[in-house]
């Protein structure tokens, strides 16, 4: 077939065949640092603006500077037979189309000249049919019987039935987005939620178990190049280990998608297939039974971060509320040599505050389950939630999960990545004495400012549990001491002083003891084995855009902004430049997908968050001042900084944000307590001296504000 490639949204038409071949079908391109263990310089994610506006997308990419060739559509089809697919077992279905449904799409009538795509209001564009055309109007019958004229600017081709259903969307004669959204819809319709899409692999979260990931599936992909089996993120994985055996480079798998998408799970999807394909043959010796061999632990680090990084939000319960990045190391035969984990942007501001639809973070709802009931008496705690202010703010079940079954699944984890008992035991009890730090009260002394406890029930569990002295916490909650020049003084404090200083010690003994868990997993995962190469998996939290956004949606989109900046780089920059390197003829296209104005309003010297760190420095600063600055500078000055509109029923927003996915509204309430978050450093002092032993080693390196150290963010 001889029909003209056009690439997205240029509309430029690719006469020659080898010119076919090259534009926009480069199957994998991995983004490697063959010199370094360091990650990938990105810090943030989310999806391509070409398909910005599909709900529930990730896309996937595995990036090489060399580049595969289809050589022709039969090429790519080639491998696509019923006999061909059996391997695939049970998953086939949800993998390709049948021999059956090929051979109708083939023989169906078609009218490429009256067959295309118009927008609609509802639900933007829809199927529909020419009926005639009048200079620059054409009239067409909709899929619903509906009559109606556009411009010919906005009628989209549609593609012959052969691209029903697609596998690799860079396939399609006419790629625009309409056939795209109908692409995806179609597929994910016949459950099949993993498409190609040229350089990625966009998958639509089907939100139910697809029967694709067993390990007959796994097997089926083992080795094959991408054209010889259907799309899936196991190919993406093989594909990525066999650059990283032939090339001898490290490779990096990066995952993006707003919230919800699915990206841990894929995540999680990826790093099973490498600890199946990748797994040290042998027999477990006694120590191992309950440890579990590094596949095992390389597996099961995931449901213990999850217990304790992951929560209910608005639009995913079993949200990802920190970033990481994954490293699997491999010796020289390819086989798992060691792990090691990077974490970003724990919101720890959620341990002590959640949204009325959200929830705390898994761990607290797991003990209080009642399946390990000696945890309850342990922790002196009951099984009812609202007995607990900071863990009952919102939501304190989800239909989705069993918290049950989640905590043995935890407990399981820590048992085979070589948790001591002792250290288990610490991590429930610190867990345990943040819900009691929720419920302490404080009242006001009589004719004075200064708070007092209001009863010390409380303050005695958690010195119990975080081996403390209560009567010396109390103290140092009320009368800190603090310096003042060369000496030391005793401060008072009014009763939400107080307040502000739990809350604040909460989220950072929190915090600490995730870092210190990753920290122990890494020790747990790293081992003697010789490393030569590894593979990078990137996982952070996706884009988010709720009724009410503060700074941890900032932080987030802001992540997102960077990592988004660096795919369309990729995309649509460094792409041209290897047409013109390889001497295609190419003139160069300007997509407008440069995301620097909003990454610069936000991080540029006078950019939001300068501004944040400059109002922090002001005694005297405010919600308001902070406020009125941002106006100052950005309001008409940028195109990306905007007034929000009032909506009724919404909460007050003070500002909005143009990002790459969409106009965000922000509220900047207690913006400036959240980046200051001071700790009340006698406590801390305490906690140093602690008789239990994670506790005092959470603190040990810990430097005051009069050392000049930095506090870190929310």
């Given at each position: 077939?001889?029909?003209?490639?056009?690439?997205?949204?240029?509309?430029?038409?690719?006469?020659?065949?080898?010119?076919?071949?090259?534009?926009?079908?480069?199957?994998?391109?991995?983004?490697?640092?063959?010199?370094?263990?360091?990650?990938?310089?990105?810090?943030?994610?989310?999806?391509?603006?070409?398909?910005?506006?599909?709900?529930?997308?990730?896309?996937?990419?595995?990036?090489?500077?060399?580049?595969?060739?289809?050589?022709?559509?039969?090429?790519?089809?080639?491998?696509?037979?019923?006999?061909?697919?059996?391997?695939?077992?049970?998953?086939?279905?949800?993998?390709?189309?049948?021999?059956?449904?090929?051979?109708?799409?083939?023989?169906?009538?078609?009218?490429?000249?009256?067959?295309?795509?118009?927008?609609?209001?509802?639900?933007?564009?829809?199927?529909?049919?020419?009926?005639?055309?009048?200079?620059?109007?054409?009239?067409?019958?909709?899929?619903?019987?509906?009559?109606?004229?556009?411009?010919?600017?906005?009628?989209?081709?549609?593609?012959?039935?052969?691209?029903?259903?697609?596998?690799?969307?860079?396939?399609?004669?006419?790629l625009h987005e309409p056939a795209v959204l109908f692409n995806l819809k179609e597929r994910y319709a016949a459950w099949m939620i993993y498409t190609y899409s040229g350089l990625f692999c966009v998958t639509v979260n089907p939100y139910k178990w697809l029967p694709v990931y067993d390990q007959i599936v796994v097997n089926a992909y083992r080795g094959k190049k991408r054209t010889e089996a259907p799309p899936h993120i196991y190919s993406i994985s093989d594909n990525a280990y066999q650059y990283m055996l032939s090339d001898r480079e490290n490779q990096s798998v990066l995952i993006t998608g707003e919230s919800g998408a699915g990206k841990t799970v894929n995540t999680k999807r990826v790093i099973q297939y490498f600890a199946s394909i990748a797994a040290v043959t042998g027999k477990k010796d006694a120590?191992?039974?309950?440890?579990?061999?590094?596949?095992?632990?390389?597996?099961?680090?995931?449901?213990?971060?999850?217990?304790?990084?992951?929560?209910?939000?608005?639009?995913?319960?079993?949200?990802?509320?920190?970033?990481?990045?994954?490293?699997?190391?491999?010796?020289?035969?390819?086989?798992?040599?060691?792990?090691?984990?990077?974490?970003?942007?724990?919101?720890?501001?959620?341990?002590?505050?959640q949204l009325k639809a959200e929830r705390d973070y898994h761990i607290f709802y797991q003990i209080l389950s009642q399946k390990k009931p000696e945890l309850l008496e342990m922790l002196l705690i009951t099984n009812n939630p609202y007995d607990y202010s900071y863990i009952s703010q919102g939501e304190i079940s989800v239909q989705s999960i069993d918290d049950s079954d989640e905590l043995m699944a935890t407990d399981e984890a820590f048992d085979v990545l070589g948790f001591t008992q002792e250290e288990k035991n610490a991590i429930y009890k610190l867990t345990g004495s943040i819900m009691h730090f929720g419920n302490m009260k404080f009242k006001q002394k009589q004719r004075e400012e200064q708070a007092e406890a209001d009863g010390?029930?409380?303050?005695?569990?958690?010195?119990?549990?975080?081996?403390l002295n209560s009567a010396d916490v109390l103290k140092g909650l009320c009368h800190p001491r603090v310096k003042v020049g060369n000496e030391w003084v005793t401060k008072g404090q009014s009763v939400q002083q107080v307040y502000n200083s739990i809350g604040a010690l909460s989220k950072s003994v929190y915090e600490k003891m995730f870092l210190w868990m990753v920290v122990r997993i890494n020790q747990s995962l790293d081992t003697k084995q010789p490393r030569q190469y590894f593979i990078g998996v990137l996982d952070i939290a996706g884009f988010e855009i709720f009724d009410f956004n503060t700074f941890e949606q900032l932080c987030i989109n802001y992540t997102n902004e960077k990592l988004q900046q660096f795919f369309n780089h990729h995309m649509f920059v460094l792409e041209q430049e290897e047409y013109k390197k390889e001497g295609i003829v190419w003139e160069f296209i300007d997509f407008g997908m440069d995301l620097a104005a909003c990454i610069e309003l936000i991080e540029k010297p006078m950019g939001i968050m300068s501004i944040l760190e400059e109002e922090c420095m002001f005694p005297k600063a405010s919600d308001a001042t902070f406020k009125a600055k941002l106006y100052d500078n950005h309001l008409g000055k940028s195109n990306n900084f905007q007034k929000p509109r009032i909506v009724k029923g919404r909460p007050e927003a003070h500002f909005s944000l143009v990002h790459y996915a969409g106009t965000v509204d922000y509220n900047i309430g207690n913006w400036l307590d959240k980046n200051k978050d001071p700790l009340n450093e006698t406590v801390v002092g305490l906690f140093q001296k602690s008789t239990l032993k994670v506790l005092s080693s959470l603190f040990a390196g810990y430097a005051g504000a009069d050392s000049g150290i930095a506090l870190a963010w929310t």
């Open positions: 077939m001889s029909a003209s490639y056009l690439c997205p949204q240029g509309q430029r038409k690719v006469e020659n065949d080898d010119q076919k071949r090259r534009v926009g079908l480069r199957l994998i391109v991995t983004l490697k640092d063959a010199n370094s263990d360091t990650p990938l310089n990105t810090s943030g994610q989310d999806q391509t603006r070409c398909t910005a506006w599909l709900d529930n997308i990730l896309y996937k990419g595995s990036w090489r500077p060399e580049t595969q060739h289809v050589t022709s559509q039969t090429e790519a089809f080639k491998m696509s037979g019923d006999a061909l697919m059996a391997e695939f077992g049970s998953a086939a279905s949800f993998l390709r189309k049948s021999d059956k449904e090929r051979l109708e799409a083939q023989t169906r009538p078609f009218d490429m000249k009256r067959m295309c795509f118009v927008p609609d209001p509802e639900v933007e564009y829809v199927k529909a049919q020419v009926t005639s055309r009048d200079g620059d109007k054409v009239t067409v019958e909709t899929e619903f019987g509906k009559t109606v004229t556009h411009k010919e600017v906005d009628i989209h081709p549609q593609n012959p039935p052969k691209f029903d259903k697609i596998e690799d969307m860079a396939m399609f004669t006419f120590a191992q039974e309950k440890k579990g061999t590094l596949e095992d632990q390389i597996i099961q680090a995931n449901p213990a971060l999850e217990a304790f990084g992951n929560a209910k939000t608005i639009r995913n319960d079993n949200s990802s509320r920190f970033g990481k990045f994954i490293r699997i190391h491999f010796g020289v035969s390819g086989k798992l040599s060691s792990a090691d984990i990077e974490t970003y942007l724990l919101e720890k501001s959620r341990v002590t505050y010390t029930e409380d303050m005695d569990k958690i010195a119990y549990l975080m081996g």
